[in-house]
């Protein structure tokens, strides 16, 4: 058993609310455990330079971290340039759009905006998770609208943390969990189970080939279960 009672491959509890914000195309509030965050869709008509004139759409996202998600207040983040925001937020990026057929948007761009309400561990993974479900939104309405012909996500995606803690693999790292960990890991994959990215550090820690298979055995088994939980909130 864990600090909150979970079992090692236990994700914490999943809460989800669409259409949170009223103003954006495709919103989502999410929820893993104590980590929150509002994620929403903006519909863009316009497109990256190196994409004007093809015909093809482009997802991209912002993160931020409100200056009270922590325990400690942190300084209002003002610049796009933040290292680690701004390596989040391509993640976030990257991961959404292995998920999309760009060419069905036509030169149209949709930005999701994840901003971190309350952080216990995970925001960057639950950010993934909150974006695509904001993302769906938004492809509804321009369906709706006439902007598109079909709905244009490929595969689902999900995304989750996994790491070694005091020698045992555990999904789905609260923020003491993560702090303590000899390892940790975010995995990005598709419904279908295969690979968007894999994010892993030892820290001052080295792990064993078995270790990274139960580690990827682990997150595999919370992916599924998150996908499902997409899936029903997409349908509904």
């Known amino acids: 058993m864990r600090k909150d009672g979970r079992k090692a491959d236990e994700l914490r509890k999943i809460y989800i609310k669409k259409r949170y914000q009223k103003y954006a195309d495709g919103s989502c509030f999410i ?3 104590d980590t929150k965050v509002l994620c929403a869709a903006t519909i863009q008509e316009t497109v990256p330079p190196h994409l004007v004139g093809s015909g093809t759409g482009w997802v991209s996202a912002e993160y931020s971290f409100l200056p009270r998600a922590g325990k400690r207040r942190t300084s209002r983040q003002r610049s796009f340039s ?10 976030i990026g990257r991961s959404l759009r292995s998920s999309v057929d760009l060419s069905l948007l036509g030169e149209r761009s ?3 905006d994840c901003d971190v309400i309350q952080a216990d561990g995970g925001t960057r993974t639950t950010s993934i998770n909150g974006a695509f479900i904001a993302m769906s939104e938004a492809f509804k309405k321009m369906m709706k609208l006439k902007m598109i012909n079909s709905f244009p996500v490929k595969d689902f995606i999900a995304a989750v943390s996994v790491g070694i803690v005091n020698g045992k693999p555990l999904l789905d790292l609260c923020e003491s969990e993560d702090n303590d960990a000899a390892v ?6 598709t419904g279908s189970g295969r690979f968007i990215e894999i994010q892993g550090t030892g820290e001052e820690y080295t792990f064993s080939d078995m270790q990274l298979r139960d580690l990827i055995a682990l ?3 919370g992916i599924s279960k998150i996908v499902k939980i997409e899936k029903n909130a997409v349908k509904k």
Do not use: P, Y
């Open 82 to 91: 933040a290292g680690r925001t701004h390596e989040i937020q391509r993640l």
């Open 31 to 33: 929820s893993f455990g």
């Open 219 to 221: 997150a595999k088994k």
């Open 110 to 112: 949709v930005m999701i």
């Open 184 to 189: 940790d890991m975010n995995i990005v994959m």
